[in-house]
């Protein structure tokens, strides 16, 4: 979208002039929509996972606005020969069934012809026009949560080649097929300033997004990112993605390291994420009780990562 203006419409609350998750469009009074869609390559061979994993991927987007997801269209690009029907069968299923997990009405969707197999979701939502949570309204003295595990770009690379553990990659299908409707609930419910999902930017990419859309700076200590272990020990020995690098040239320029930071951390930060966790701008006096509260409702690696200050222009800064 790049290149466009956004529309000239007062009802239109929230488009694409801050690259933000998803469009939010006025109905009437304090009732509006969230409109968003996402569509993935496979990530894993299980078909039912991989649908689940894509589905959960499309709705993360209405609850990073701070929506309830109402209704879904699937989009699938499949291919018209050499692949068994019961396997494309198995991702509907999958998708079918974490929509239903959100409370969506799964009511239809479009098929087309692709040499590589794409799934996802095009997902309307409902949001009070009042607590739209947007990407670029953090304020100075915000402290950051993230509420997923980084490192998935590599994960699925290494997977594709067979480099990666059993354990690990379980461990990130778990959370990459988790909802994040439980964050999206409770994000509200403590009054976060901002947020958005970490996704194909990976953490600096999305970072900079809320950055630059609130005219603000963010400091993120390395050290408190929740990662994949094994993720930094294949980035180390050389996987990543094309994407990686693609990343790390957006945000050239824009970024500050204090200390000693490995490459292989830099890289990390900047790893392509799939159904990734929310990153939330939380008032500095609900921090604690929004970490609480999401550690005790299964966001087990949630944690504190950050705070916003701040800087003109906008800058990235990483600090131990």
């Given at each position: 979208m790049h290149g466009l203006e956004p529309v000239g419409d007062a009802d239109l609350l929230v488009g694409f002039g801050?690259?933000?998750?998803?469009g939010v469009y006025?109905?009437?009074?304090?009732?509006?929509?969230?409109?968003?869609?996402?569509?993935?390559?496979?990530?894993?061979?299980?078909?039912?996972?991989?649908?689940q994993i894509a589905a959960a991927n499309a709705l993360s987007d209405v609850y990073a606005m701070g929506g309830r997801p109402l209704t879904a269209l699937n989009i699938c690009c499949f291919p018209g020969e050499g692949i068994?029907?019961?396997?494309?069968?198995?991702?509907?299923?999958?998708?079918?069934?974490?929509?239903k997990e959100a409370g969506a009405a799964?009511?239809?969707?479009?098929?087309?012809?692709?040499?590589?197999l794409k799934y996802g979701l095009s997902v309307t939502g409902v949001v009070d026009a009042r607590q739209v949570v947007r990407n670029s309204t953090a304020q100075a003295g915000d402290v950051l949560l993230l509420t997923k595990p980084v490192g998935t770009g590599a994960l699925i690379s290494a997977y594709r080649n067979r480099r990666v553990s059993e354990a690990t990659m379980k461990d990130a299908v778990g959370e990459m097929t988790r909802l994040n409707a439980a964050a999206c609930r409770l994000m509200l419910e403590h009054g976060v300033h901002?947020?958005?999902?970490?996704?194909?930017?990976?953490?600096?990419?999305?970072?900079l997004e809320m950055a630059e859309g609130s005219a603000m700076g963010i400091r993120l200590s390395s050290s408190r990112i929740p990662y994949y272990e094994e993720s930094l020990d294949l980035i180390r020995k050389g996987t990543g993605t094309g994407v990686t690098r693609c990343n790390l040239r957006l945000v050239e320029g824009k970024l500050r390291v204090q200390g000693m930071l490995p490459e292989e951390l830099l890289?990390?930060?900047?790893?392509?994420?799939?159904?990734?966790?929310?990153?939330?701008?939380?008032p500095p006096e609900s921090a604690d009780a929004l970490l609480s509260a999401l550690l005790s409702t299964g966001e087990s690696r949630a944690a504190k990562i950050g705070e916003v200050f701040p800087a003109h222009p906008s800058v990235i800064e990483i600090i131990p």
């Open positions: 801050t690259s933000d998750d998803a006025r109905l009437e009074g304090n009732m509006a929509l969230v409109q968003t869609v996402d569509f993935i390559t496979p990530v894993v061979d299980d078909p039912d996972q991989f649908g068994d029907r019961s396997l494309l069968a198995g991702i509907l299923r999958g998708g079918a069934a974490k929509v799964l009511v239809g969707g479009h098929t087309v012809r692709d040499p590589e901002a947020c958005t999902d970490i996704t194909g930017f990976g953490v600096l990419g999305h970072t890289t990390l930060l900047a790893d392509p994420q799939t159904s990734g966790g929310l990153l939330m701008a939380v």
